[in-house]
Every structure is written in C-alpha cells, then in structure tokens.
C-alpha cells in the first residue's frame, strides 16, 4: 500500500486536560467523479432568457438598475473561465466551445429542468463529445444604498463642513451548473454558486458619488470568470485542514513523548508511546493504543492507525477510539476512491 505523508500544520497546546490538539492536511477527493472513458466534452450556455421570460428579465435589470448587457459579459466570462480550467487540469483530451447550438431557458434566477436526453444525444454526437459542461443559469441582482453623512473638508481657508453623499452597490453573482453524461444518462453534477460585490462611492453630490461604481462591470466580469475556474475544479482533489487529539497524560514517557510532539519529533514520542501499549494499566496501554493510531495516521498508514484505534477501544475501552476509527474508516475510503480519480 503506497503511503501519503500528510504534513503536520500546527499544534494547539492544551495541558490543562489529557488531550493535546494538532492539525493535519487532509486531501479529499474531487466531489465530481468523471468516468475515464470521458474524454472530449462540450461546453455550452443556456443561461440566456427566452422570448417569454425577457420581458420579466429585462424590467428586473431596470428595477435593480443592471446594465443592459451586464449579464451577457458576465456569463461569457463565467464559460470562458470554465473552459480554462477545464482544459488546464489535463483531464481531457480537448474541451470543446459549443457556440452555435443557441440554448435558452424558461426560468431566471433558477436552475431550469434539465435538457431532454435526446438533445443530449443529438449535441454529442454532432459535436463529437462524450458529455456536456453546461452553464444552466446566470444572473445578476444589485441592491443600492443611498445616505449622506456631515463631514469636514480641508481647503486653504480651513475646514468647511459639508454634506458628503455616499453610494453603496452589492452585487450578487449567481451561477447554476450542470455535467451531463449521455452514455449512462446520468447528471453527474448538479451545483449552484453565489458572489458578492460590494462597491461604495462618495461625493460632494449624488452624481460624483454614483461616478464611483462605474468599475462595477469589470468586477463583474473578474467574479464570473473566477466562478466559472471555481465550478471547473470540482473536479480536482482539494485539502482540508483536520483536527485530532491525542493523550499527554497517563505516565512520565507521555510528559516526555509531548515535548516530543511539540519540537516535530514524532517518530520518537512514538517509540515511547509504543513502550506503554503494553503497560498493566489498562488505562495507560489504551490511551498509548490512541496515541499509536495518531502516528501512524500522521505517516498515511490507515490501515494501522484504524487497528491500533479499534483496540483502544474494543480492549481498553477508550471511548474517543471508536470515533476515531470510524474517522479513519472514512479517510481510506475516501483515499480508495482519490486513487480512482487519479487514474482516469
């Protein structure tokens, strides 16, 4: 079984009690799992609104006081992010911009129903792909904030007290997305992600301050792309930051073994950690059972650290044991299911 070392972030001191915390990076694997026969696929764009629904669209974008053409930059970004890190990760072979298929959908602000199986079929087989990465939905909301706030302003002649207007824009950027699988017809993902942008203004007068946002579409465009790089490594293990126990108290060598711990040696708190599983006390050999399941998790042995946690708490009864071996169970599945992923 191939180990993966997992670097040891940081230790939390905790002496007051018998357990000492520390951190560990995790990695997870992709929350999207693609077939490995998956090789070439689409991306396509149905977010526009169609004829029944632009006029409720188009008043939305007055109400909130959108620009007219802000969605379509957005959501040309939002694609155009995604096939980038589509095809920077290396998993296909070639991602592929489906542009002249028009796609439209009856809802906004939702995700619409999904595409009929049949027009899946049609576009992958026109198109030469094995499934489909589709934008099902973009859309922009802005609410603003008007005040005005008494201020000072210094000039040659002193401070002058004035009355300073101040805008303030909030944004929210919302992104529906779908992958479609036409060979099993399965919708591998279905996910929904939300942006904010906050933009203040001031001025001497309401139209200076308004002047302030007038960089509100590039940020727009920024938080698009992002989005759609963001959507496109669901597909990409990802790290997390973990926390474990383990026992400092029981006899001299844990003393030691936490000192130990502390300056990074961790294959020497080990050793001595190990000299206590065979103690007379049962309490002492059950917490140094724990403690050897904390290593060995630390040097990416589950399997071990699963069995020294489990007799922690079948043979000595040491109730954190049980949850941690269920914890530990996770992690190898996870792991088993990581390797699969990177075999594709």
């Known amino acids: 079984m191939k180990r993966i070392f997992v670097p040891l972030l940081l230790i939390i001191l905790t002496s007051s009690c018998a357990m000492q915390e520390l951190y560990l990076n995790v990695t997870q694997p992709a929350p999207v799992t693609i077939a490995p026969e998956i090789k070439t696929v689409g991306v396509i764009d149905r977010s526009m609104p169609t004829d029944e629904t632009e006029v409720v669209d188009l008043l939305e974008k007055v109400l909130t006081l959108e620009g007219e053409d802000l969605d379509i930059i957005g959501s040309g970004e ?128 309401p139209a200076k301050a308004i002047s302030a946002l007038l960089l509100r579409k590039d940020a727009v465009r920024q938080v698009s792309n992002k989005a759609g790089h963001v959507y496109a490594m669901r597909l990409l293990p990802y790290v997390i930051r973990v926390t474990r126990d383990y026992y400092v108290k029981g006899t001299d060598s844990f003393k030691v073994a936490q000192r130990m711990a502390q300056l990074g040696n961790w294959n020497d708190a080990a050793e001595l950690w190990e000299k206590e599983t065979t103690s007379n006390d049962s309490k002492v050999a059950g917490r140094a059972h724990y403690n050897m399941a904390i290593i060995n998790e630390i040097n990416g042995d589950l399997e071990a650290a699963i069995s020294w946690a489990q007799k922690s708490y079948e043979y000595y009864k040491i109730k954190p044991g049980l949850d941690y071996s269920r914890i530990l169970q996770n992690r190898l599945n996870n792991l088993e299911l990581l390797r699969y992923q990177e075999e594709r």
């Open 78 to 205: 939002a694609i155009k992010g995604m096939k980038e890190e589509l095809t920077a990760n290396d998993r296909f072979s070639e991602v592929r911009l489906l542009t002249d298929t028009k796609f439209k959908t009856s809802y906004t602000g939702n995700l619409p129903a999904p595409l009929m199986w049949e027009q899946i079929d049609l576009i992958c087989r026109e198109n030469g792909t094995d499934a489909l990465f589709s934008m099902e939905m973009y859309d922009t909301d802005t609410r603003i904030n008007y005040s005005t706030e008494n201020v000072r302003v210094p000039t040659p002649m002193g401070d002058i007290p004035m009355l300073e207007h101040i805008v303030s824009m909030e944004t929210l950027v919302k992104t529906g997305w779908r992958i479609y699988s036409p060979v099993d017809r399965l919708i591998l993902d279905e996910y929904i992600m939300t942006e904010s942008i906050t933009s203040t203004g001031r001025g001497v007068n």
